[in-house]
Every structure is written in C-alpha cells, then in structure tokens.
C-alpha cells in the first residue's frame, strides 16, 4: 500500500520565480541581486526533483552559503522526514528516500574535487561566480552525462568572470537548452521594505555594491573592451520604408558562422550614425543564409557591406559579389583586429553612435575581453571562453565600413 503524505510547497511565487520552474530549459542561468528569490526556487526545483524519484546535488563554495537552500528543502519535505519516510542526516545534508534508492544532497564546492560524485539529475550551482569555473566544467558536467542531467547556475554578481560567460552564453542560445533569467532585490514582490532598506542601508545607490547586490549588475573587470555602453543603446526600430534616412549611406558589417558561431550583421546609417537593423541565426547552410542576407540589405537599401573573409567568408563573398551585392572582404588577423576592436570601443566611449538594444548583442560587448601578452606587449581581442563574438565582430565592421574613406 503507498504511504501518502503532504509537501509543504510555498504558496506565492513572484513572476520570474514561476519562469524558472515551469522552464523545461536543461541549463537554467540565474542571476539574481540579494534576496530575489533565487535560492527557493532552486529548492522548490530540488523537492521536485527528488520526489520524482532523482538524484539532488546542491553545492555552494562555503558550507554555511547552502543553510538556506537545506532550510527551504527540509520544510517542503518535513513531514515525509518527521513519519521516517525520508532519511534525514544533519551532518552530511543528505536525504534519502531507501527504498527508491534516490537522494537529495546539499554539500560545498569550492575546490571542484569535493562535488565529485555519482551521476546525478539535477545539480544547483549556488554562488556560481565564486566558484572555480572547473567545478562545472571539469566536474559538475561530466556528472549529467549519464543521465542528460539538468544544471542550475544561480548567484548574484561579482565582476564580468566565468558566471557572467554562463549568463551571456545562456541569453544568446536558441536551441532552447540553455536559458537566462535576472531577477534584482525589488523583483521580490514579498521581500518588506523594511528588510531590503536594512540590506541597502550602508550602500550608496550610485555605487559598486548597490549595483552588484541589489541590482544584480556585473560590474566591468579590469580587461573590459567597451565601456559606455548603456549610453549608446538609444536607436529607435523603424521599418525600412521609413523616409527618415533615405538618400543617406547605409552600410552592413557580416561576420560568418554556421554551427557553433553565428552568423551577425549590423546594418547602420553612417550619415546619422545610428544603427538600423541587425540579424543572428546560425544552424543554416550557406546558400539560404546569403539570401537571407540579401534580401535584409535590399529592403534597407545598402550601399556597402564589409565581411569577414576568413575560412568560409572568401567563397561566400565571391557568391554575394557575383550576384551583384556590394560586398567587400576584411581579413581578421593578429595585426589586423586590433584597430578594428579599438574603433568600436572608442565610437562607444564618445557616444558617437547609437545602437539598438538587445540583451544579447549587449552581452556580447560587455563580456568581450582584452588582454596584453607578457611576451611581446601586444594585446588580442576576444571573448571569453564559451562565449560568442560574432555581434561584436558585426558592428566593428560596420563601423569600419562606415567611415572607410578614412582608412587608407
């Protein structure tokens, strides 16, 4: 006979609390600012979870860091645990359901060696950004890989390191495996004024700690390439058949991709200096991605494109020049890219330009990275790893493309 029994499930979820649980995303990226709800939520997933009859691993770099998540999970299941249903240990955070034989563990990660285990269902990251990145890469992985497992990354913000890369690779997917949300403290719709004015009450509103805790922002890090971003993310969307910018010179940058990368173009008015469309999609052969393409500059009337030339870009550019659109070809190198990067960031810096805001191509642009070799003094432009590129390479070229008389 089956023994029944009550879950304590709470009874009020905000908006973007419902989001994440009804999500059937395989990774979930939450980025949420001090008491926005990230934790009980990833304790109402783990309940769920483990009473479907899977395996539950909620890790955090410091003990003490995962005494929410436990509370929350031990008083959804408390009575199961208090009819001896459940097995419940203290000293290991550990509940055991014996006779389906599956668990639920809360335990520490700093030192990615700690999270090693059997194959589990779901694993939580909880302050992920404090974390060593290996402790999902190297570890937490390869635990899913029996069972496609599910992963959830959840923190609130420290500077632009491996959970920001998480956060912008999650917002730029669209296979719909990966999945980004943000919640800040004023998201908790049952958080008391009281409680978040006691939280903010030593930071100043303008400042680092306020931005980063409450707000939920990544703050720049020391190698970040653009700055001033949010001032140059004004243009308006307009149609095509608008008058506002006919008889100017519009200009497309292309960056190629097809699997793994993406294919991007920015489209911008150089006479207005605002950017007037743009496209991202990957998963597509060749020949419908230049008629894709060439149908979005015919409507915008483009008079000039810029293209990366490199691997597939020179056969493809030839196609578009043989099929009479007005493409040139720019050969990303080691000498190069760096003008190219160092234009764009310095268009954002003056305000020079407008841009259309997207959380994606935004994403792109705070994450992209500049570093300086000991060797030889030099830098190179990038983004970090697991994180795309091509939005960034996009608008460069267009940028490039905008004012290319002045390049001899």
């Not at 299941?77 to 034989?101: D, F, H, Q």
Request: hydrophobic residues 40%; contains cysteine; charged residues 25%.
């Amino acid at each position: 006979m089956m023994t029944e029994y009550k879950i304590h499930l709470p009874t009020k979820y905000h908006p973007k609390q419902n989001e994440v649980i009804a999500s059937r995303a395989k990774r979930k990226v939450i980025v949420a600012g001090r008491r926005g709800g990230k934790t009980k939520t990833c304790a109402i997933m783990a309940a769920e979870y483990f009473l479907q009859g899977k395996r539950v691993i909620e890790a955090a770099p410091k003990f003490d860091q995962t005494t929410v998540f436990w509370r929350y999970v031990k008083k959804i299941l408390r009575e199961p645990i208090a009819a001896g249903i459940l097995k419940k240990n203290e000293s290991t955070r550990l509940i055991e359901n014996e006779t389906t034989g599956n668990w639920l563990r809360s335990m520490t990660a700093y030192d990615a060696d700690t999270l090693r285990s059997d194959a589990a269902d779901l694993l939580i990251l909880d302050e992920f950004s404090l974390m060593k990145p290996d402790a999902w890469y190297e570890v937490g992985a390869p635990m899913l890989l029996d069972t496609d497992g599910d992963a959830v990354f959840i923190g609130t913000p420290q500077r632009k390191n491996h959970f920001h890369s998480l956060y912008v690779h999650a917002l730029g997917d669209t296979t719909g495996r990966w999945r980004a949300w943000h919640f800040t403290s004023y998201d908790n719709p049952f958080l008391s004024r009281t409680a978040l004015d006691d939280i903010t009450s030593d930071m100043a509103e303008d400042g680092d700690a306020y931005r980063q805790e409450i707000m939920a922002e990544f703050l720049d890090n020391e190698g970040a390439v653009f700055r001033n971003i949010g001032a140059c993310l004004h243009a308006p969307t307009l149609s095509p058949d608008n008058e506002q910018h006919k008889g100017h010179r519009i200009v497309a940058g292309l960056d190629w991709g097809k699997h793994h990368d993406y294919t991007a173009t920015s489209i911008g008015c150089s006479n207005c200096k605002v950017e007037l469309a743009r496209d991202r999609f990957n998963k597509i052969d060749y020949i419908y991605q230049r008629s894709r393409l060439a149908e979005l500059y015919k409507v915008w009337g483009v008079t000039s494109i810029l293209a990366e030339s490199n691997s597939m870009g020179e056969p493809n550019i030839e196609q578009m020049q043989a099929e009479g659109l007005p493409v040139m070809g720019f050969e990303t190198t080691a000498v190069s890219k760096p003008p190219l990067i160092e234009n764009l960031s310095l268009a954002l810096q003056r305000v020079e330009w407008q841009f259309q805001d997207d959380p994606v191509w935004t994403a792109e642009l705070e994450a992209y990275e500049r570093k300086v070799s000991a060797n030889t003094g030099r830098s190179s432009y990038g983004a970090p790893e697991g994180v795309n590129d091509d939005t960034v390479i996009a608008r460069a070229l267009m940028i490039r493309d905008s004012g290319a008389w002045w390049f001899a």
